[in-house]
């Protein structure tokens, strides 16, 4: 577990967790994982209403911390498991994260002429032609340091110093 990145771990502590709780509910051991055991607690997860993007975090998190008793799959490997994280896909499946679009194009549009614009509205245009560009996400953004800012002939280019995903 020491392996794991910060998010990872947060991420992970939830379910494992959740798991420590149904197999002491249960008066299971809750290190000894068998293949009935995680599709119960998988079941229990989708019963209780989690979508599939929950129930397959929770399959990671056992998969990535417990191995199966007598079996030569990891949890994430069995083929029952499998099927059953298909399931959820089928019944659940994960919905978009933004419902609507907005269209930057028509607001940069209206942040003309540049010479016009206060410093503020002037930034905010810089920073979003930037990820339109570049396709990075904010977090990258928030990574561009002027100090590591390279200028060519034609070009700037920022080299960013730090993990971009902690």
Not at 37 to 42: A, E, P, R, S
Not at 127 to 139: E, H, N, P, S, Y
Request: hydrophobic share 40%.
């Amino acid at each position: 577990m020491e392996s794991w990145r910060t998010g990872t771990t947060k991420q992970y502590r939830v379910y494992l967790d959740k798991w420590k709780n149904f197999a002491t509910a249960r008066n299971e051991n809750p290190v000894h994982l068998s293949v009935a055991n995680v599709i119960d607690f998988l079941t229990h997860l989708y019963d209780t209403g989690s979508r599939y993007s929950a129930i397959n975090t929770a399959r990671s998190a056992l998969s990535a911390a417990i191995d199966l008793a007598y079996s030569p799959y990891t949890v994430g490997e069995h083929p029952l498991i499998k099927r059953l994280i298909e399931a959820a896909f089928q019944s659940r499946p994960p919905l978009p994260r933004h419902h609507s679009i907005w269209d930057v194009l028509d607001l940069l549009k209206t942040w003309s002429p540049a010479k016009k614009l206060n410093l503020k509205l002037l930034t905010l245009r810089l920073v979003m032609l930037c990820m339109l560009v570049t396709g990075q996400r904010c977090q990258s953004v928030h990574l561009m340091d002027l100090e590591h800012l390279c200028k060519g002939k034609s070009s700037y280019k920022f080299h960013i110093e730090k993990l971009v995903k902690v």
